[in-house]
């Protein structure tokens, strides 16, 4: 079990109003406001990220379904079942990690490491998936996901790692260039959604 801890930047605005009411009368604070938020610091205290079990099947299924429907994250429409999930989970190699995110003895997020391409001349590249559940969002889970990705790629001796996602996924974009990944390309019409072409981004990050 691994916990993070980060400092998070909340504007001003964010705040309730008993809150910054005090602070805008007292006109010394800037506009946006560079405080710690309990609630923040806490989120990240209590998160803890781990390699999956059988036993987060319903929980993996949960939030990829919650990612499919959201139509942000894949050009898989096909809902997931947890015994789908327990299938994929007992198929991966030991070179294809699973990692659930857990807080408060609830899964909030996974992400995994996958094979970027069958041939073995690509075996030093992992492709991934991050997936959080939506009342975590924007906590601090996808950013701890990331991170644990990573450690483990460069424990299972990849040279890098890649992704596609949709450029109309904002948090995406945002989670992974501040995770150090850098936009190579793009796929025009790479794959059909709910009946229309639409074109996927590529993301890579070199990890020596
Ligand atoms: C994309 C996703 C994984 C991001 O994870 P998350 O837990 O929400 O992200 P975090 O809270 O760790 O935020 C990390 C950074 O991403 C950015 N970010 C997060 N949510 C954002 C949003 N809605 N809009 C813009 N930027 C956002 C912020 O820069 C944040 O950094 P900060 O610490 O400066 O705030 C999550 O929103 C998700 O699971 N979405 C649905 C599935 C999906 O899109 N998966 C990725 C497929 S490529």
Not at 29 to 57: F, K, N
Not at 95 to 100: A, E, F, K, T, Y
Not at 104 to 119: C, E, H, K, Q
Not at 175 to 182: N, P, V
Request: proline share 4%; charged share 25%.
């Amino acid at each position: 079990m691994v916990t993070s801890h980060r400092v998070h930047c909340t504007a001003r605005a964010a705040y309730p109003i008993h809150i910054r009411a005090p602070a805008a009368s007292e006109c010394s604070v800037p506009s946006v406001a560079a405080c710690m938020s309990a609630d923040t610091a806490s989120h990240h205290r209590r998160l803890g990220i781990r390699p999956a079990t059988e036993a987060d099947a319903a929980s993996i299924c949960t939030i990829y379904n919650q990612g499919i429907e959201d139509r942000l994250a894949t050009l898989e429409t096909t809902l997931r079942t947890p015994q789908e999930r327990r299938e994929w989970l007992a198929a991966r190699g030991p070179r294809h990690p699973v990692l659930v995110a857990e807080r408060d003895d609830a899964i909030v997020g996974w992400g995994s490491l996958n094979a970027f391409n069958p041939r073995p001349a690509y075996d030093h590249v992992a492709d991934f998936s991050v997936y959080v559940e939506r009342a975590s969002r924007g906590t601090g889970v996808g950013g701890a996901i990331i991170e644990a990705l990573e450690r483990e790629a460069r424990r299972l001796g990849y040279h890098k790692m890649v992704l596609a996602m949709f450029a109309w996924n904002d948090a995406g974009v945002a989670l992974y260039r501040k995770a150090g990944f850098r936009i190579v390309g793009t796929y025009r019409e790479q794959g059909r959604l709910d009946g229309r072409w639409v074109d996927t981004t590529l993301m890579e990050k070199l990890l020596d």
